[in-house]
Nanobody, 122 residues
Framework: QVQLVESGGGLVQAGGSLRLSCAAS?????????MGWFRQPPGKEREFVAA????????YDSDSVKGRFTISRDNVNNTVYLQMNSLKAEDTADYYC??????????????WGQGTQVTVSS
């Protein structure tokens, strides 16, 4: 069974930074596994944030996070990171790690983490 475990969420002031981590365990992900992040703001639907392929090609939700967030991955340790800088109040959300064969704005992989809460105070 695959497990995705997120960490790194918390409370931060606007303009600050956080780094989220997602550790995958239970099986070795193949080169076809894409890992990504989604978020769900309070009272809203879950939305795509960023995704990254095995060889480091990344995509972002350009309207909201590009230029401020950076996704990266460590294939040896099956871990994906989301570095979040210049945080805004509207970044407040539960952030979820996702893994699968195809991840993007309107598609997600099979495996989900339990989520980590990020709260940005203005």
């Amino acid at each position: 069974q695959v497990q995705l475990v997120e960490s790194g969420g918390g409370l931060v002031q606007a303009g600050g930074s956080l780094r989220l981590s997602c550790a995958a365990s239970g099986r070795t992900f193949s080169r076809y596994t894409i890992m990504g992040w989604f978020r769900q703001p309070p009272g809203k639907e879950r939305e795509f944030v960023a995704a990254i392929t095995w060889n480091g090609i990344s995509t972002y939700d350009s309207d909201s996070v590009k230029g401020r967030f950076t996704i990266s991955r460590d294939n040896v340790n099956n871990t994906v990171y989301l570095q979040m800088n210049s945080l805004k109040a509207e970044d407040t959300a539960d952030y979820y790690c996702n893994a699968g064969s195809d991840i993007g704005p309107k598609k997600f992989g099979f495996y989900w983490g339990q989520g980590t809460q990020v709260t940005v105070s203005s």
